[in-house]
């Protein structure tokens, strides 16, 4: 069974902080993964892809570990902005369905 | 910027009753998906599409469910005869053909009501 499973949450953490997502995934002929951001009631939208070096994009890094079956994501310097629902998603070659993640919601507080 | 749309935002339907969800994927994409989620649930694959046929089905895709591109910007998903579990919010999503991690485009999705 194609499984992603991620920490239930809600993170609630005050404006600046770092907070850390963990996932992982069950099928081990996953070969992209990325994570997706979702908003209350909206679609999901890519926040980014995960490569196996581990990437970052500003205040976001993803890192993979194929090994463990692992994936992450960091958020530093928290904004407000930041909250939302943050899914793990992970795929097999090509257009193959995204199996996604429960998903994690994390509040920012002023 | 291209954007994936669909139609209608909110429907509302009753029990047995047949639905079409209406999707009008990114122009030159070549690859289109529905997906679901059921209120404080994940969101779920259920069909993907390539060439005018089915790509690949879910579990849940059975034979109340069928897919159809009718020209060529539109692409739909029917319901036969809708159940109270079938309300859920269902997302259209498209994607280009060919390279290592291409981005699937949702669009804003369809939330449907069944009573």
Known sequence: RKEVEQDPGPFNVPEGATVAFNCTYSNSASQSFFWYRQDCRKEPKLLMSVYSSGNEDGRFTAQLNRASQYISLLIRDSKLSDSATYLCVAREAGNTPLVFGKGTRLSVIA | ?115
């Open chain 2, 1 to 115: 910027e291209p954007e994936v749309t669909q139609t209608p935002s909110h429907q509302v339907t009753q029990m047995g009753q047949e639905v079409i969800l209406r999707c009008v994927p990114i122009s030159n994409h070549l690859y289109f998906y529905w997906y679901r989620q059921i209120l404080g649930q994940k969101v779920e694959f259920l069909v993907s599409f390539y060439n005018n046929e089915i790509s690949e089905k879910s579990e849940i895709f059975d034979d109340q469910f069928s897919v159809e591109r009718p020209d060529g910007s539109n692409f739909t998903l029917k319901i036969r005869s809708t159940k109270l579990e079938d309300s859920a919010m269902y997302f259209c999503a498209s994607s280009e053909l060919g390279g290592a991690a291409y981005e699937q485009y949702f669009g804003p999705g369809t939330r449907l009501t069944v009573t």
